[in-house]
């Protein structure tokens, strides 16, 4: 892959893609399982608010070098500033997950059900995720002789003439077959009945 890249996607524009795909995906396949037109889209309100809250605190916290102590290279109060991108899968679905719990109560819709029908629409935000790490010249593997090997600038670690494995493409597609997989089960599978009313 060649060294060269196009500006990088605001990254606040990114997160908004993925999150109006996923909710999208998903009140799909809500309606196609007969459920309620809007439930999700209610339901995504609580989810997404405590999800980014959720994403930006794992990311500072297993980062906080980059906003606190000596070496810091970026000023603390810039820990607030999620459109800046640093955002955290794991931070997204733990804290995430609470704020749809906390939806389900007050809806009476079974989380279980809700679980299984945006687990899709959760691996291929996934997937389009990591490209934001090819712009960023980030999260590249050791160095490889394969065609489609990563060049990396100094700047950011790389060598002249040097390839890296792309290791956040290999994610990339690993996720988006699981989405795939996801969706192909579901089409067999239905592990909630979307009437089952349950906290």
């Known amino acids: ?11 606040s ?5 993925r999150i109006g795909f996923g909710i999208w995906l998903s009140e799909r396949r809500w309606r196609d399982r007969g459920g309620e037109k809007g439930t999700i ?18 990311h500072v916290i297993t980062d906080w070098q980059t906003y606190f102590g000596p070496r810091a290279i970026k000023e603390p109060y810039r820990a607030l ?18 704020g749809m719990w906390l ?3 007050r ?23 990591r490209w934001g790490n090819w712009f960023n010249q980030e999260l590249y593997g050791g160095p490889t002789t394969l065609p489609w090997g990563l060049e990396i600038d100094q700047a950011h670690g790389g060598e002249p003439g040097v390839l890296y494995h792309p290791t956040f ?11 795939f997989g996801l969706l ?12 089952l009313h349950g906290h």
Do not use: K
């Open 1 to 11: 892959m060649a060294p060269d890249r196009a500006p990088p996607p605001d990254a």
């Open 13 to 17: 524009g990114r997160t908004a893609a």
């Open 41 to 58: 889209t209610d339901l995504a309100v609580p989810a997404v608010v405590f999800g980014l809250i959720g994403a930006r605190l794992y």
């Open 81 to 98: 500033f999620v459109w800046e991108g640093g955002l955290s899968i794991w931070g997204a679905v733990a804290l995430g997950g609470v």
């Open 103 to 105: 939806a389900c109560r």
């Open 107 to 129: 809806r009476g819709v079974s989380l279980g059900a809700v679980a299984d029908t945006v687990a899709p629409a959760i691996a291929f935000g996934q997937a389009i995720a």
């Open 169 to 179: 493409l290999y994610e990339s597609l690993w996720d988006a077959a699981l989405g």
């Open 184 to 195: 192909l089960a579901g089409r067999r599978f239905t592990l909630q009945d979307v009437h």
